[in-house]
Nanobody, 113 residues
């Protein structure tokens, strides 16, 4: 069974950092296109970053230079390192296996000003 479980969210001050974790099971994270999305209150879900099996990464302009998507193949885990956080980064963050369209349950990130 393909499953994703996120963790690592929390409350942080503006300018701070968090690392989100997305643990995969039932498939090798390294073989799939993996993506992070986020959804702020009363706003649609938005794409923020993608990691391809070959290692290529792509970012939305709103997070480019501040966020880094990566994976640990041995742990079958996807990460999102978030630096220089801003209040507008406040949202529920989701990881997705793009190929199977499987989503995690989400983890809340709140950035205080």
């Amino acid at each position: 069974q393909v499953q994703l479980v996120e963790s690592g969210g929390g409350l942080v001050q503006s300018g701070g950092s968090l690392r989100l974790t997305c643990a995969g099971s039932g498939f090798p994270v390294s073989d799939e296109i993996m993506t992070w999305y986020r959804q702020a209150r009363d706003k649609p879900r938005e794409w923020i970053a993608t990691l391809f099996p070959g290692g290529a990464t792509f970012y939305d302009d709103s997070v480019k230079g501040r966020f880094t998507i990566s994976r640990d193949d041995a742990k079958n885990t996807l990460y999102l390192q978030m630096n220089s956080l801003k209040p507008e980064d406040t949202a529920v963050y989701y990881c997705q296996n793009h190929d199977s369209n499987t989503w995690g349950q989400g983890t809340q990130v709140t950035v205080s000003s």
